[in-house]
């Protein structure tokens, strides 16, 4: 069903990103939280991930666990929803699949409106939480058969 000529999900993704940034906003104003939560101790084994559409309070810093990798939000083959897959065999990963041990990323305009609700494709191929992160650098780890980097 459409709704001004958006997907339903995607209109309420929106309200609830607009109140959420507005409570942000109020919280930040009176002296409330945190806007993100830190639930790691290591900035090296670390990533961001937001929960569902909302202000900063949508955001976790999470630890990584060994032999584990965030995914993605083109990786499809892994399950909808997951923010984790764990590469300790790499004989079970996909040929086209390249593993990076991520340095830098930055966020750009398509992860703001990913936390806003407004990506529909990040939206409909992984769900809730997603890992941002579009823009990266960093060190080929393992590389597939299939890959440019093999």
Not at 69 to 95: E, Q
């Amino acid at each position: 069903m459409k709704v001004l000529g958006q997907d339903v999900s995607v209109v309420c993704n929106q309200l609830l990103a607009m109140i959420g940034n507005i409570l942000q906003w109020i919280l930040r104003v009176c002296g409330g939280k945190k806007a993100v939560s830190r639930q790691t101790t290591s900035p090296d084994s670390a990533f961001v991930s937001i929960d569902g559409p909302g202000g900063f309070d949508r955001l976790r810093i999470c630890e990584l666990p060994e032999n584990k990798a965030t995914l993605g939000y083109n990786v499809s083959i892994f399950t909808k929803g997951s923010t984790l897959v764990d590469i300790s065999d790499k004989s079970a990963l996909p040929s086209d699949l390249v593993v990076v041990r991520v340095h830098y990323f930055s966020i750009n305009y398509a992860d703001v409106a990913i936390r806003w609700g407004l990506y529909e494709s990040a939206l409909r191929f992984v769900g809730w939480p997603i890992v941002p992160g579009f823009d990266v650098s960093g060190t080929v780890e393992w590389a597939g058969s299939d890959t440019t980097f093999a």
